[in-house]
């Protein structure tokens, strides 16, 4: 059965970092273009990263950019998103995504997205 499994999802002070894992299983997910959404509170879901099946091309929200790192290791099948100097606006759900039907364009977005995690809470307060 196909599943997207986030952690790392928690609590922290601006300025620190977290780093997100994303667990696939049912499918290997080193073929696959994947990525990371968020959403906060009142506002629509947003594209962070995501990162082409090759490794070759990503793509970073501006919002994001030179702050956050996504990463893939094909051995464990598993996508990261690292965070580093985080911000109270970072706050939000972020979701683990995979485009098993190929859609999205990495160098133009991560819109098109077709399989979803549940999602880990990321709270930047002090």
């Known amino acids: 059965q196909l599943q997207l499994v986030e952690s790392g999802g928690g609590l922290v002070q601006p300025g620190g970092s977290l780093r997100l894992s994303c667990a696939a299983s049912g499918f290997t997910s080193e073929h696959y273009t994947m990525g990371w959404f968020r959403q906060a509170p009142g506002k629509e879901r947003e594209g962070v990263s995501c990162v082409d099946s090759r490794g070759g091309t990503t793509y970073y929200a501006d919002s994001v950019k030179g702050r956050f790192t996504i990463s893939r290791d094909g051995a464990k099948n598993t996508v990261y998103l690292q965070m580093n100097s985080l911000k109270p606006e970072d706050t939000a759900v972020y979701y683990c995504?995979?485009?098993?039907?190929?859609?999205?364009?990495?160098?133009?977005?991560?819109?098109?997205?077709?399989?979803w995690g549940k999602g880990t809470l990321v709270t930047v307060s002090s």
């Open positions: 995504a995979a485009d098993l039907i190929p859609t999205v364009v990495v160098s133009t977005g991560c819109d098109g997205m077709d399989y």
